[in-house]
């Protein structure tokens, strides 16, 4: 027997969506497949690399652990609700410019988990950050791009363009 399918309201980006929904299904299936917001990577499937990292009521979440239906009434940001009027985000801006994005798998749940320290914590120092993004695993650039990329947008989001620049 087919599960029956649930209608769910979820506002993603700032945008309500009315969908019907297999209960089982996990908040990073139907963000790919039903909204088609492919940004979300699904990776290994457990929490373990963060690849889907979503932002849930602005705090960082394995979309991939969430079924669809528990994040109804919540608001959820992926890395497409990143970008505003077609500018990017300062962090992504500094992914760009520090060369933290290489193969780009990891690069939507780095940005978001990052987005979700500097909303948290505007000055965070260099331990804070690699802790922000230990669940977040990259196999191109050794991490010390992606720091970099994160204080350099930390000083720009605080309007502390010399931060950036630190050590």
């Known amino acids: 027997m087919k599960p029956a399918l649930k209608v769910i309201n979820l506002r993603v980006n700032h945008t309500d969506h009315e969908i019907a929904v297999k209960p089982h299904h996990t908040l990073a299936r139907v963000l790919r497949e039903q909204l088609g917001l492919t940004g979300t990577k699904i990776g290994c499937e457990e929490g373990d690399c963060g690849a889907c990292t979503v932002l849930l009521d602005g705090r960082p979440v394995s979309s991939c652990l969430v079924l669809a239906v528990q994040a109804q009434g919540h608001e959820i940001t992926t890395i497409e609700g990143l970008a505003e009027n077609g ?81």
């Open 87 to 167: 500018q990017l985000h300062p962090l992504q801006q500094a992914f760009v410019e520090h060369g933290a994005i290489q193969c780009g798998f990891c690069s939507p749940g780095m940005l978001l988990a990052a987005k979700a320290l500097l909303d948290d914590n505007p000055h965070p120092d260099e331990g804070q950050i690699r802790h922000a993004i230990s669940g977040n695993l990259c196999r191109c650039t050794g991490y010390q791009k992606i720091v970099e990329a994160i204080q350099d947008a930390a000083g720009k989001l605080s309007g502390d363009a010399g931060r950036g620049e630190r050590s």
